[in-house]
């Protein structure tokens, strides 16, 4: 044999063992035998554990985070950049910004956007929008404007209201194909006929003589209005006194003008840094009143509230600008000491006519606060307010769109009281009679009133260079709006492109977008040294960050 392998043979059977009997072929195997008790059983066998990947586990994270983000982004949330100012100061665009180097206040100036303005503004050269003083943004650096968070589908369950910001395509775009996103707010609803008159709007019906003034709740007051005086930055030095006329307190402000009172700046007693103090306490008869004017601290006279945007820069002509007549005013209110009859009063005025709300302070033996007319007719009452001593409140109260609001502690109080529309134009506004809009009165109490702030309400422009709300002879027309057509207007009026200027006033129900709810990334300028070196850089500005109602 070729193979050197011993040759397989057959194992000998052993032989039986003495005592047993032969085992024939049938005969079945034994039973293994059980364990013993100190054998344990032997583990079945399991195969090694695979352990994945960390790329793997990576990839598959960013995976559903890249995936749950396009969805998020093309069906429900959607950010916008706001590059232009037609919002401010509501929202901010591109824009330069620095401290006032007198009282501290933010100073912001936008970045020229296309749009010609019919007042010339020198955009290098500013004015503080609290103290009126002037500077220069040159060497400020430049910043991205705020970034929206857009909900695109309340609308699939509602329609646009009044009032409201939207994000939609403008349909004034050329070419079509590229529908340019704009963000404006809510004037006109379809199928109305919307007119401007002396910075309202008005729906009017086929009679002129037909109109209705379009009014604003309180969420959408505090929406539009613009800061005019912020007590809670201290012009230095000086201070707030020059702003303020206090009348004497042995004389009663319920005499007539012609009594002879004459108020004077109030000293320090009155005003001290941020605080306003109006002493009354002596007794119940005890009377302190004080007068809001917008004294120019540079040029030393009283200036006409205008309505200016700081954000365009400086007018050529201030007096080119209209006269703001619509104002709301808050601040935070302290009781001091508080007599028996004891009250708080605010009026304000829009040149026309005037209302007053009086909130009861102390213990009143009829606690409910009214807002009156001038003539003495309640227009509206809260029963059960009365203003504690010891005690601090948030006060508002404003009179815009011929509608008094009062709120305390960001809860309104009564019933809106609304005043008809003009029948006819109000008295001018000018240099030599300029509107002192805001008054305080306290009577048997001592008051301290901090984080003062006045405020005007949004004044619509009807731009004589568009087409929606002039005629071919440039006589004011109704923007006639179709079955599924809105009205949009910027915020900041004299400098927006929106649907005064369009040929097209409406804008379909198909182009809007959605509505945005949150200003989740406003900048603000910063900087930090390095190396012995000065860095410039854009940070979140956190006191601007908020939902939009």
């Not at 509501?90 to 019919?118: E, F, K, M, T």
């Not at 001091?336 to 040149?351: P, Q, S, Y």
Request: charged share 25%.
């Amino acid at each position: 044999m070729d193979r050197t392998d011993p040759p397989l043979t057959e194992p000998p059977v052993p032989p039986p063992l003495v005592g047993d009997e032969e085992r024939s072929e049938t005969t079945p195997p034994a039973e293994p035998s059980e364990p013993t008790a100190d054998a344990p059983p032997a583990a079945p066998a399991t195969p090694p554990r695979s352990h994945p990947s960390p790329y793997r586990v990576l990839a598959n994270v960013v995976f559903v985070f890249l995936a749950l983000f396009l969805f998020v982004r093309v069906a429900a949330v959607e950010p916008f950049g706001v590059p232009t100012g037609s919002m401010a100061p509501a929202l901010i665009g591109n824009h330069r910004q620095a401290d006032c180097p007198r009282c501290g206040h933010p100073v912001r100036v936008g970045a020229p956007n296309g749009v010609s303005p019919a007042v010339h503004y020198d955009r290098d050269h500013v004015a503080c929008p609290n103290c009126l003083q002037h500077l220069s943004l040159l060497e400020a650096r430049d910043l991205n404007g705020d970034r929206l968070l857009v909900d695109k589908n309340v609308f699939n369950l509602r329609r646009p209201r009044r009032w409201e910001m939207v994000v939609f395509h403008c349909p004034d775009t050329d070419p079509k194909e590229y529908r340019k996103p704009y963000v404006k707010r809510v004037v006109g609803l379809p199928g109305e006929r919307i007119l401007i008159i002396d910075g309202d709007v008005y729906v009017v019906g086929e009679d002129p003589a037909d109109r209705e003034l379009m009014r604003k709740g309180l969420g959408e007051l505090r929406e539009t209005r613009v800061p005019v005086f912020d007590m809670s930055h201290v012009a230095r030095p000086g201070g707030w006194n020059q702003r303020w006329m206090a009348e004497p307190r042995e004389n009663d402000p319920r005499l007539p003008e012609w009594s002879g009172r004459v108020a004077e700046p109030a000293d320090s007693s009155v005003v001290a840094s941020r605080e306003l103090t109006l002493d009354a306490a002596a007794t119940t008869q005890t009377i302190a009143v004080v007068s809001y004017r917008h004294w120019n601290l540079d040029t030393r006279r009283e200036e006409v509230i205008r309505a200016w945007n700081s954000y365009d820069g400086v007018p050529a002509r201030f007096d080119q600008l209209d006269a703001a007549r619509d104002f709301s005013f808050e601040c935070e209110l302290e009781v001091v000491t508080a007599t028996a009859a004891g009250r708080f009063a605010c009026r304000l005025t829009d040149g026309a006519d005037a209302v007053t709300a009086a909130v009861p302070v102390g213990r009143s033996p009829r606690p409910a606060a009214t807002i009156t007319h001038d003539g003495g007719e309640t227009a509206s009452t809260a029963e059960g307010v009365v203003l504690s001593a010891g005690s601090t409140y948030r006060f508002e109260f404003s009179f815009v769109d011929r509608r008094a609001i009062l709120a305390i502690d960001g809860k309104p109080f009564g019933k809106p009281a609304d005043l008809p529309a003009p029948s006819r134009p109000r008295p001018a506004i000018d240099v030599k009679h300029p509107l002192r809009p805001l008054r305080l009165e306290a009577r048997g109490c001592r008051l301290v009133l901090r984080n003062v702030r006045l405020y005007r309400d949004t004044h619509y422009t009807a731009d004589a260079g568009g087409h929606a709300c002039f005629d071919a002879a440039g006589r004011p027309t109704p923007a006639v709006l179709g079955r599924d057509e809105y009205f949009m207007l910027g915020d900041n009026s004299s400098n927006s492109q929106d649907a005064r200027k369009w040929p097209t006033p409406g804008v379909p129900e198909g182009e809007i977008i959605g509505k945005p709810f949150l200003v989740h990334q406003p900048l603000r300028p910063g900087r930090m040294t390095i190396g012995g070196r000065e860095r410039h850089y854009q940070t979140v500005d956190w006191s601007r960050l908020r939902w939009l109602h």
